[in-house]
């Protein structure tokens, strides 16, 4: 649902005041703190505060800054390209239409974008699906935004050029969609708006289905060689067997690395909390920090590895690994329910509960019926008539115990070989 009063109303959150000073200084060259009061309705403290707070993350993001000249005002040190990747990292910042429209409007004051995107979000569909392209939904949708960028920006004189360092040539599925663009917009782009589209587009996030030929490269393909060695190597994991799970990294890492050549955003952020979730998964995905900034002198965000992350934790199988576990417990039936329930609750996802036991029973199982045990959680100490690893708890099996067993899983994670 539209909300058009937030749209065309003065900016009044902390986050939509700097958008609009940003966004202001991608079409014009100064804009003085004086200005900026009387728009914003705000003290020059207030402003000079926003101007902090943009800069500190326009340096980490885009490497990029706002300055202060003492007769003009305030101005942009940036190029064409790089107000492009601005403005798009901005809209990529996206929480519902209202506000993309409302960042249109800071930019081009004008709110009919999401229609117009909607129209090219189909032939941009389309036309990439014929070539066996899938983009993810946010992907397609950011995509579309970065086209009515191009042309407005055009239209406002704000053109591309070489000195912006763009090379390259259209590769097929980028004809088609610049041919059914521009009919659509009744548009001419420049062949270097359309290259520039072309990087976007190949920094973009794939979908499975997608055919690798497409999007993998030499570089991206030795990266991930080296990155599934490395993991074999420190972590005894060896996923190299599946032949999905490198067709998946390279869908992934091609497209990563020309964000991290073009200073390109993800078109939609997860959580960084994964990363404290996963902490196993995470510790294996920085090992794609060093080999990318060996190989290609480049730096991975921490959102990068929060999604290659997930990759290891989805594909690989390494987070959904369940030890088959045996209880020993000598109480009764209701310790032994109790106990059971606090496991299935607490490590679930970690855990099968293979058999159960009673001492005596224990004790005198054959070793052979025994094998597929991996892991113990006993009421009892049981250090002198097995091998396999075992954690003594109280029957009441509380936080202390629970504990105990966590760091035993999330250690021995790291130990063993899984496999999809």
Known sequence: ?????????????????????????????????????????????????????????????????????????????????????????????????????????????????????????????????????????HSSQLLCYEMLVAVKRCQLGFNLNDSDDIKGNLIPVMTDVREKVEKELQVNLSEIEWIN????????????????????????????DEFLRTIHDKFNIDLSSNPDTK?????????????????????????????????????????????????????????????????????????IYKLNTAIVCDYDESILSFIKDKIRNAFGEKIDIFRTYDYQEFMYEKEEKLKKVEFIISTSTIADITNIPFIRINPEIGQNDIDMINEYLDNQKSKLIYFT
């Open 247 to 319: 067709y998946k990294l390279l869908l992934y890492v091609a497209p990563m690395i020309n964000r991290l050549k073009n200073r390109h955003c993800i078109a939609n952020k997860v959580s960084k909390k994964v990363m404290q979730t996963y902490k196993t998964e995470f510790k294996i995905a920085t090992e794609m920090t060093h080999i990318v900034k060996r190989k290609l002198n480049l730096n991975i965000e921490l959102i990068e590895l929060a999604y290659i992350t997930i990759h290891l934790v989805s594909m690989c199988g390494i987070g």
């Open 1 to 137: 649902m539209f909300d058009y009063e937030y749209i065309i109303e003065t900016p009044n959150l902390p986050l939509d005041r700097q958008m609009y000073i940003l966004l202001k200084l991608t079409t014009k060259k100064y804009i003085t703190v004086e200005e900026l009061e009387e728009s914003l309705y705000v003290s020059e403290a207030t402003v000079n505060n926003d101007i902090i707070l943009i800069n500190k993350w326009l340096k980490k993001d885009l490497k990029l800054v706002i300055t202060y000249s003492l007769n003009e005002g305030i101005t942009l040190k940036a190029n064409e390209k790089e107000k492009r990747n601005i403005i798009s990292l901005v809209l990529s910042i996206k929480t519902n239409v209202s506000t993309i429209s409302k960042y249109w409007n800071y930019l081009f004051e004008e709110k009919d974008v999401i229609a117009k995107a909607r129209d090219l979000y189909k032939i941009v569909s389309a036309e990439t699906k014929k070539y066996n392209y899938y983009l993810s939904g």
């Open 197 to 224: 589209l072309q990087q976007y587009f190949k920094s973009k996030q794939f979908l499975h289905g997608t055919d690798i030929i497409n999007i993998e490269t030499e570089e991206a393909t030795c990266i991930v």
